[in-house]
């Protein structure tokens, strides 16, 4: 039998309904994401069973989208991969179920996908012929990663946030400066016109080996602005922004330095982040690195990404077995 080859990707781990047609891994056919931003807004945060529900009446029009879009019906795919953690419970067993009932239908592989590699897999599908080693900084709502990637697969954990991750800290003091939700791109956005030195913010752990600390500077923003209640918004979002950057930055070309590898990529919601993916441009072309960045859209939720990574872990792997759950605290495999 031949290696399949044009994959069907599903994710559902969080807020966004997403799929998309992959072929070869690398080669996006299409990619669909319903946003339930609207639907959780007013809470100031993803509701749980909300997303679940969304995701229930949103996953078969997308998928079918999704078809369309590539030109594709169910006989041409070779393979289903869905998400299978780590996210909301919930939201992952209407993707799992959905992804394994379309397996079992078309009589394909199905692969289980892990998110976390999958923002990482993100990287290959803007440029196909990137190569481990490389050291990849996934920067997500829920996690904030340093990894020093050997090979395909083979990650060492360099470094992790002791305790906020920093999509959460953006998404925290957004609300705190009443900028709605989600609060990363309403802070770009807000920081655009603001004054980056007008607050000097503190760089948390930022000469202590790889782990990253954001807590803190979620609260000195608040004391801070009780204090300068006239504070204009504008500055206090550039300071935070331009404190989370120089660390995420720091800690990223020390691992390249202390590893050796020429090669650095990015991943995860907060990669979308303008200040970031400038500085980061200019800390690479300043250190003689070859920098991936994922295009906005690639950092973000996406089934491109959960494809990309399925091609990839059927090959090393072969399919995943129809009884696996959904595992919400799933980890980064380390070798
Ligand atoms: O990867 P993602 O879409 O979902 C998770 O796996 O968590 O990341 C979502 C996170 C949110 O915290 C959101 O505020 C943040 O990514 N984010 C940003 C930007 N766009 C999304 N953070 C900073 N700047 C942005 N432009
Ligand atoms: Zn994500």
New binding site residues.
Partial sequence: MRAPEVLLGIET??D?TAAAVVAGGVDVRSSVVSSQVDLHARFGGVVPEIASRAHVELLGPVVAEALVESGRSGNDIDAVAATVGPGLVGSLLVGLAAAKALALVWGVPFVGVN?LEA?LYAAFLDEPALEPPMVALLV????TLLVAVDDHGRYRVLGSTVDDAA??A??KVARFLGLGY????A??RTALTGDPTAIDFPRAMLDQGYDFSFSGLKTAVVTYVRRHPEVATEDVAASFQQAVVDVLVAKTRKAARDTGFDRVCLG???A???LLRERFLDACATDGLQCHLPSRAM???NAAMVAAAGWWRLRSDGPTDLGAGAEPNLRLPVS
Avoid: K, L
């Fill in positions: 781990s969080c966004e998110h923002h997500s709502g829920g996690h999509g959460e953006f998404d989600p609060g990363g791109p802070i770009d995860g919601g907060v979308a982040n303008s950092c973000t939720d």
